[in-house]
């Protein structure tokens, strides 16, 4: 049997991560229920922060190499 492409890899892999990973982001959402916890302002603020940054990061890791490449400049 032949194996996969790294296509056919990358798709295996986001099809299972994927799905994963936006059901604990459900989970997370579940704990805005006011009505089965109690939480404050600044949890919220610190939850959405990481949560933010942490996509901000993942989407940053999809672009392409070059445009880090750009910020170089040699003086």
């Known amino acids: 049997m032949p ?3 790294n296509t056919e890899h990358f798709i ?3 099809n299972k991560r994927v ?3 936006l059901k604990a982001l459900d989970l997370v959402g579940n704990l805005a229920n ?3 916890y109690t ?3 600044e949890q919220v603020n610190q939850i959405q922060k990481v949560l933010k940054a942490k996509v901000v ?3 940053k890791k999809f672009d392409t190499q070059e445009d880090s ?3 170089f400049i040699l003086k």
Do not use: G, H
């Open 39 to 41: 939480y404050t302002e």
């Open 19 to 21: 799905p994963k990973a």
């Open 57 to 59: 990061e993942i989407c």
């Open 12 to 14: 295996e892999l986001a």
């Open 34 to 36: 006011k009505s089965n």
């Open 69 to 71: 490449a750009k910020q």
């Open 3 to 5: 194996s996969k492409s």
